[in-house]
């Protein structure tokens, strides 16, 4: 089992920027692939991004296109989420997830992080 530990979250306001990180307990395999979900108040969980450890492929909701990016640092073994243009319904406790499967569905992540709380006030 992977412990996942988040940290960056924050509350902010509406059009500014945060960098969330998600450090694994063990160096992640090549194969392994790394996701953040979100949920906001009264919502259920949905898929944010994700990406591939070896290669570094990546994959986004639609609705943080263009705003979100999804890197990762092999040195340090971290996975990042930088958000930038914040919007309200941005909010929600942010969670990090690693599986091996290249998959927006939650079902496919093993081991996943506490979370961490991104609140955006307009």
């Known amino acids: 089992q992977v412990q996942l530990v988040e940290s960056g979250g924050g509350s902010v306001q509406a059009g500014n920027s945060l960098r969330l990180s998600c450090k694994p307990s063990?160096?992640?395999?090549?194969?392994?692939?790394y996701a953040w979900f979100r949920q906001g108040p009264g919502k259920e969980r949905e898929f944010v991004a994700l990406?591939?450890?070896?290669?570094?492929?990546?994959l986004y909701r639609d609705s943080v296109k263009g705003r979100f990016t999804i890197s990762r640092d092999n040195p340090s073994n971290t996975v990042y989420l930088q958000m930038n243009s914040l919007n309200t319904d941005d909010t929600g406790v942010y969670y990090c997830?690693?599986?091996?499967?290249?998959?927006?569905?939650?079902?496919?992540?093993?081991?996943w992080g506490q979370g961490t709380q991104v609140s955006v006030a307009s």
């Open positions: 997830a690693v599986g091996a499967q290249y998959s927006t569905n939650e079902a496919a992540y093993d081991d």
């Open positions: 063990q160096r992640p395999y090549s194969r392994s692939v």
């Open positions: 990406i591939r450890w070896h290669g570094g492929s990546a």
